[in-house]
């Protein structure tokens, strides 16, 4: 089983909309690591840290979003898996840590 590290932003009608609590139960569900936040601009990003077939459905509930949103497009692109001790705050996420909403806008 590959393990791989994606960096993600979600484009669309994505605050506001429990969102966040939708991808934290969506990652939280498959048994994936790592973050989500709100950004200024009005968009939603995070890192998702998984197994690769288990990121693939996560991907794909991105895309679906929660009942209320609208998501026009879901950027998806891998970063290198965190290093042990590596990074700070909501950025430390391991695989072995459960998915954070980060709250506030960044």
Known sequence: MSIKRYAFTVHGQVQGVFFRDFTQQ??????ISGFVLNRKNGN???EAEGSTDRLERFREKL???S???T?????WDEVELRKEDEGQGF???K???RFSVVRGKY
């Open 91 to 93: 950025m430390k996420s």
């Open 26 to 31: 969506s990652a939280n569900d498959l048994s």
């Open 67 to 69: 009942p209320a949103s």
């Open 95 to 97: 695989s072995s840590e």
């Open 63 to 65: 895309n679906e979003g």
């Open 44 to 46: 939603v990003s995070g």
């Open 71 to 75: 998501v026009y497009n879901v950027e």
